[in-house]
């Protein structure tokens, strides 16, 4: 991951299962300070936009020798130029770039189903953008993959990274404790989780649906998926495209 703030992932990267899986070597994050790969002594990753405009756009030459330093499991050198492949190995550049996710609105929305898709690779770099947005060139010349996590605009690509490192980490095998959570959850199967209940038995007067306590494992599942699919439609009608919308709901209709 490359991003010009190394020091905002010191304490998520670090924490639960994500602290412990890469302790354990079930994953191996790196985070990379973007500055390490300028050539100015004021470290510049960003300038002005050609043809005017506010903010500061970051530069594409700072991202691509980062990028295939990276790539190439090269140490941070502040002059690209110095970058030599180990060993003799080939030199990856962009034509055959593994896969690269720029953090950015204008990106594909993270969901669940993306989230397997990435899990799948052996390896993601992800980048994070800051200021105004990125050189154009950044997009057509380093990432394969463009991801926005919701129609809204945060500081930095740094929080949308950290949501994609958790969507995608906890489906790799290892990551999480119970095998099956991963596969038994909201969006894995198209429909939001079935509510959950635990100790004690009585809070405030509420109680616990006796299906739940019954013993019937079979009675158990189906509450649970009637519950699902009742949810869903309540709270969101949108993941169900062919069931009308219920105009007695309490709950307003919640459209993307």
Known sequence: MLTIFPGWFDG???TSLLGKASADGTLDIRVHDLRDWTTDRHRSVDDTPYGGGAGMVMRADVWIAACEAVWNDLP????????EPPDGARYVAGGDRPRTVLLTPRGRTLTQPLAAELAQEPRLTLLCGRYEGVDERVHDLV???EVSIGDYVVFGGEVAAAAVIETVTRLVPGVVGNAASPTDESFTSGLLEYPQYTRPPQVRGVGVPEVLTSGDHG???RWRAEQARELTRRRRPDLLPDE???PTSDDPPQRP
């Open 12 to 14: 998520p990267l670090h």
């Open 244 to 246: 009308p919308l219920d």
């Open 219 to 221: 009675a158990v599942a």
């Open 76 to 83: 941070s050198e502040r002059t690209a130029g110095a970058l």
């Open 143 to 145: 990432a394969t993959d």
